[in-house]
């Protein structure tokens, strides 16, 4: 059974930074890929990076790109979105989710992903 467990979210003053965390388990190999996504409300829902275990591959959004970081711990199986110099328009709820499929690159669109986790909170204060 796949589980993807979200924390780290919460409230923060612009420019600062927040490191969010997703506890994966139920997987029996290294050949799925994580992804982060957030919805702001009345938004649809966004990617915003993305991260291959088969070959470490890594997607970044225009948004994301240069200010978030996604990682792993493969000890403990533990992804990770450190997210900097955060803005208001950063505010949203944040999920991690699963894609078991194989792809060359990994995908920014919530339609690939099959598991998701319940989603943490982020609110960035101006």
């Known amino acids: 059974q796949v589980q993807l467990v979200e924390s780290g979210g919460g409230l923060v003053q612009a420019g600062g930074s927040l490191r969010l965390s997703c506890r994966v388990s139920?997987?029996?190999?290294?050949?799925?890929?994580i992804g982060w996504f957030r919805q702001a409300p009345g938004k649809e829902r966004e990617g915003v990076s993305a991260?291959?275990?088969?070959?470490?591959?890594?997607s970044n959004s225009d948004t994301s790109a240069g200010r978030f970081n996604i990682s792993r711990d493969k000890a403990t199986n533990t992804f990770y979105l450190q997210m900097n110099n955060l803005r208001p328009d950063d505010t949203a709820v944040y999920s991690c989710?699963?894609?078991?499929?194989?792809?060359?690159?990994?995908?920014?669109?919530?339609?690939?992903?099959?598991?998701w986790g319940q989603g943490t909170q982020v609110t960035v204060s101006s």
């Open positions: 989710a699963a894609d078991w499929r194989w792809r060359a690159t990994p995908g920014l669109a919530p339609e690939l992903y099959d598991y």
């Open positions: 139920g997987f029996n190999e290294d050949l799925y890929i």
């Open positions: 991260i291959s275990t088969r070959d470490g591959g890594i």
